[in-house]
């Protein structure tokens, strides 16, 4: 079985928001390929939440909900692939989305989501 030749290009259908993906650049040039486990999300969309694990306190869980009021639920600001990084001025359990380098034109795409109908 080819992973490749299941995959589909991002200029004949864009993928779901969202969802999990196994993104592939370039790929029909294999000195080019970089590969990836993103979600595609359009301008505007906005990130989903970054599940925090509960500290040990009321007071603790208060805190980290000022300190990071605005950090879930804020709005992608271009369109196209993001993928969670570690935030390591956030503490240990805190996130990030960055936006990938992949250009969404130049790419193909397979859902990986288990959650994915059809």
């Known amino acids: 079985m080819c992973l490749l030749c299941s995959l589909k290009p991002f200029t004949e259908a864009q993928p779901p928001e ?6 592939c650049s370039n790929p029909s040039d294999p000195q080019k390929r970089t590969y990836g486990i993103m979600q595609f999300f359009r301008k505007g969309t906005r990130f989903p939440e970054i599940i925090r694990q509960e500290e040990s306190s009321r007071e603790e869980r208060l805190m980290d909900a000022i300190f990071h009021l605005n950090r879930g639920g ?3 600001p271009e369109t196209g692939y993001y ?3 570690p935030d390591s001025q956030g ?4 996130a990030v989305w960055l936006l990938s380098a992949i250009n969404p034109l130049d790419s193909a795409y397979a859902v990986i989501s288990p ?3 059809g």
């Not at 503490?91 to 805190?94: P, T």
């Open 83 to 85: 993928f969670l990084e």
């Open 115 to 117: 959650e994915c109908q």
């Open 74 to 76: 804020t709005p992608a």
């Open 18 to 23: 969202c969802t999990d993906l196994f993104v």
């Open 91 to 94: 503490g240990a359990d805190s």
